[in-house]
């Protein structure tokens, strides 16, 4: 008896998103969106309370809700130390060192053969492994998790870059050749425009590395504030409220880095064919 409420409230968002479906415009696609996830929530709050499930096994949304309103100093200073410090620092120097490295080795066949089975293998190493080391190195604080986001990001963004400069159509680089053009001009004009939807191919990908990176780094050694920091602490506690709460901000700080990379891209690629296929 107990499911029955549950069955309902399921079949109810079931048959709203079924006929919603029908009109495919955007206000209606957002929509099922809203409605399907409300009907998860709203489902996981029934299940909890009506089977009493422990919080220290699954806190209910409700309780969620009201630790994320209760520490929201606190949740405001992790996201600041792992989000903005570590993960975004580390990101940018890491993508700017893989483009660097791109540039270098589209000249170069030379490193084109040597650097990326040696940055293959560096991505092969375990992030378990290498943050305790990086933390030894570059002390408790932000830097060593923006140096495990750096060894994280680097290798993604740097093959995707590789291959993005290389895309170019032969007839072009002949053409190029042809002119005599430096090959400062053919990369500027030829190269790296055709590269561009590569490169943040690997942006979007490393937007989600970088935070797992920084969160995980945490957990090896952080002063006494983080978002890692704090959900080791608050396991400890079986404050598991407060570490969805920071589950929380983590899915929402990935979903909006996503989102402002993806938008620049759509400023930038406007003219590649899978954005004007999005806008039609």
Not at 34 to 56: A, C, D, K
Not at 183 to 193: D, F, G, I, V
């Amino acid at each position: 008896m107990n499911a029955i409420p549950i069955l309902a409230v399921w079949i109810a968002g079931w048959a709203l998103n079924a006929w919603l479906a029908r009109f495919d415009t955007r206000l209606t696609r957002f929509l099922v969106a809203v409605i399907f996830g409300t009907t998860l929530i709203l489902l996981w709050e029934m299940i909890v309370r009506i089977y009493q499930v422990p919080s220290v096994i699954l806190p209910a949304p409700s309780q969620i809700a009201a630790s994320f309103a209760a520490n929201t100093g606190i949740l405001w200073t992790d996201f600041v130390q792992t989000i903005l410090r570590g993960a975004l620092t580390g990101w940018l120097i890491g993508g700017s060192a893989a483009i660097l490295t791109a540039i270098a080795i589209d000249r170069s066949p030379f490193l084109q053969r040597g650097l990326l089975p040696i940055g293959n293998f560096v991505a092969a190493l375990p992030i378990v492994g290498i943050a305790p080391i990086l933390v030894m190195w570059f002390g408790f604080d932000w830097q060593s998790k923006a140096a495990v986001v750096v060894v994280m990001v680097f290798f993604p963004i740097l093959v995707n870059m590789v291959a993005g400069l290389a895309a170019t159509d032969p007839m072009q680089r002949d053409l190029m050749a042809t002119w005599a053009a430096p090959y400062r001009a053919s990369l500027m004009r030829m190269r790296l425009p055709a590269a561009m939807p590569f490169l943040f191919n690997g942006l979007k990908i490393t937007t989600t590395l970088a935070l797992i990176g920084a969160i995980v780094a945490e957990f090896f050694g952080s002063p006494t504030k983080g978002m890692g920091f704090r959900i080791s602490t608050a396991v400890g506690r079986l404050d598991l409220p407060l570490v969805w709460a920071e589950i929380l901000v983590a899915a929402i700080a990935g979903s909006l880095f996503y989102g402002i990379v993806a938008l620049i891209e759509k400023k930038v690629t406007f003219w590649h064919p899978s954005q004007r296929n999005q806008r039609g």
